[in-house]
């Protein structure tokens, strides 16, 4: 993925549990490419104009749409992306994949509403079930009910 424009997009495939990897602005169609080809990802791309070939197996997605929903309907319909693969599996910001956390690793009001707890090994960062992941959910409900709607 290789435009700002998609960051909260990525924070949403994050959150299904897709391995996204974001590249900073600046860099060029060619490191983008040589990335995605070397890790073996799909490109997303708002650049319509992309300029990487796009021979060699390399699989890029110029996504049209500005909004999120339309973002990921577009993906539902052209890789059959699943918005329920693993919800909230990977850390929102750096896509590493969560480890089990202990109670008192979270904050006490927090805790008291119950697990499961998972921590990032990234970052650090401590993720519980509450309301912002019930919304999360939600949304993840609605945009795999979007991808399957046609
Ligand atoms: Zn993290």
Do not use: N
């Not at 990897?21 to 990335?35: F, I, K, N, T, Y």
Request: proline letters at 5%; charged letters at 25%; hydrophobic letters at 45%.
């Amino acid at each position: 993925m290789c435009d700002e424009m998609l960051a909260g997009l990525a924070r949403w495939l994050r959150a299904a549990g897709h391995d996204v990897a974001v590249l900073p602005r600046g860099s060029s169609d060619a490191m983008v490419a040589a990335q995605a080809r070397r890790d073996g990802r799909v490109l997303l791309t708002r650049d319509r104009d992309f300029a990487a070939p796009r021979a060699a197996g390399l699989d890029v997605v110029a996504l049209g749409a500005d909004a999120l929903d339309r973002q990921a309907a577009e993906l539902s319909r052209r890789l059959g992306l699943d918005w329920l693969a693993a919800p909230f599996t990977r850390c929102l910001v750096d896509g590493a994949m969560l480890e089990a956390a202990l109670p008192e690793e979270v904050p006490e009001a927090a805790r008291a509403r119950g697990g499961p707890f998972h921590r990032c090994p990234a970052c650090g960062r401590v993720y519980w079930p509450g309301s912002h992941v019930r919304r999360m959910r939600a949304r993840l409900d609605a945009l795999a009910r979007a991808g399957t709607a046609g």
